[in-house]
Every structure is written in C-alpha cells, then in structure tokens.
C-alpha cells in the first residue's frame, strides 16, 4: 500500500523531524497537534483557547490530507491538568462531528508550557 507524507501550511509547525499527517491507503494517521499558531506562536492563553487553536491545527492537517475531523475512527486527547476533562467536552463536538463518533482516549499527561495535545487516525474508505 503506497503511502505519503503531508505537512501543511495551515497547521503550527511540526516540532521535531515528522509529518503532519501520513495518508497510507484509506487511513490517515494525523500527529500530535498543539495549541500553536501557523506561524509557530504559542497560545498561551486559558484552556479554551489552547484547545480550540489544537483542534484548528488538527483540523487544517486533516483538510491538507484530504479528509475532515468527522472522519476520525480513533481521536487521541492528552490533557496537562484532567480538571479541563470537562471543558474539552464542551469544546470536542464543535470539532469531531458525524454520526459515528469516533473512539477516544484522554489521557492526564506532564505537558510542559502548553495544557493540550491532540492526534487522530481518520478512515475515508467506504
């Protein structure tokens, strides 16, 4: 199965030497996305904003593949301080729509200098 690398200019950066994304067949694996800005600018600002400009780049990296957020089979959520479990549920369905909701994990991690991280596997077969 033939595969390929996406990077996007509508996404913060990547931080280290990987992709974006990887579209390998009908799958589409998307890498960690942070609250960061396309010119590589930190948001710092609360945790609402943090996870809405991850989901922005999450987001634009799937539209770069060719695919949209409601397209997730697995959504992977990693979270500085699990007392935003909450909010980040108020915050996912404006993003991961559809009428298949996807599997999620959230996971309380030691993020530093940012509260949230999100990845994604997509499926665009049939």
């Given at each position: ?78 979270l500085r301080d699990f007392a935003d479990f909450a909010e980040m549920n108020e915050i996912y ?12 994990t959230t996971l309380p991690v030691p993020l ?15």
């Amino acid at each position: 199965m033939p595969k390929r690398a996406v990077t996007t200019d509508k996404a913060a950066p990547a931080g280290g030497p990987y992709s974006h994304a990887v579209v390998a067949g009908d799958t589409i694996y998307l890498a960690g996305a942070v609250p960061a800005l396309p010119d590589g600018s930190w948001v710092t600002g609360n945790f609402a904003e943090q996870a809405h400009a991850a989901f922005r780049n999450l987001a634009a990296v799937a539209e770069a593949a060719g695919a949209s957020l409601d397209d997730a089979v697995r959504v992977g959520v990693y979270l500085r301080d699990f007392a935003d479990f909450a909010e980040m549920n108020e915050i996912y369905p404006q993003y991961v729509k559809g009428d298949h909701p996807p599997v999620r994990t959230t996971l309380p991690v030691p993020l530093v200098g940012f509260d949230i991280e999100i990845d994604a596997i997509l499926y665009t077969g049939e």
